[in-house]
């Protein structure tokens, strides 16, 4: 019954931004752990970043550290990437991920995740 509908993808010129936004329902949003992951076609799903139910524990990809920041609101239910000097290997379609934190505080692999979104766009152009 847990839905994430991601939002906020489109197309950008290299060096410049987007904020995509996972908004949840049907869930206990405080409870979760939440994920980005990205994929492109005929590649496998590649992790991006995590937080953590409070959202005071976060870990990036190094591909992406510097340059995104995952962040969340409870009080919405949703969770933020933002993504900054975005560059052309950064298009692909982007995933956000749920699953119950025991405790751990954070995952990293998307095998350990419950919940899925649709998925958005971003596509970068040089």
């Known amino acids: 019954q847990v839905q994430l509908i991601e939002s906020g993808g489109g197309l950008v010129q290299a060096g410049g931004s987007l904020r995509l936004s996972c908004a949840a329902s049907?869930?206990?949003?405080?409870?979760?752990?939440m994920g980005w992951f990205r994929q492109a076609p005929g590649k496998e799903r590649e992790f991006v970043a995590t937080?953590?139910?409070?959202?005071?524990?976060?870990y990036h990809t190094h591909s992406v550290e510097g340059r995104f920041t995952i962040s969340r609101d409870n009080s919405r239910n949703t969770v933020y990437l933002q993504m900054n000097s975005l560059r052309p290997e950064d298009t692909v379609v982007y995933y956000c991920?749920?699953?119950?934190?025991?405790?751990?505080?954070?995952?990293?692999?998307?095998?350990?995740?419950?919940?899925w979104g649709q998925g958005t766009q971003v596509t970068v152009s040089s």
């Open positions: 991920a749920a699953v119950n934190d025991d405790g751990t505080g954070y995952y990293m692999d998307g095998e350990e995740y419950d919940y």
């Open positions: 937080i953590s139910w409070s959202g005071r524990s976060t």
């Open positions: 049907g869930g206990t949003f405080s409870s979760y752990a």
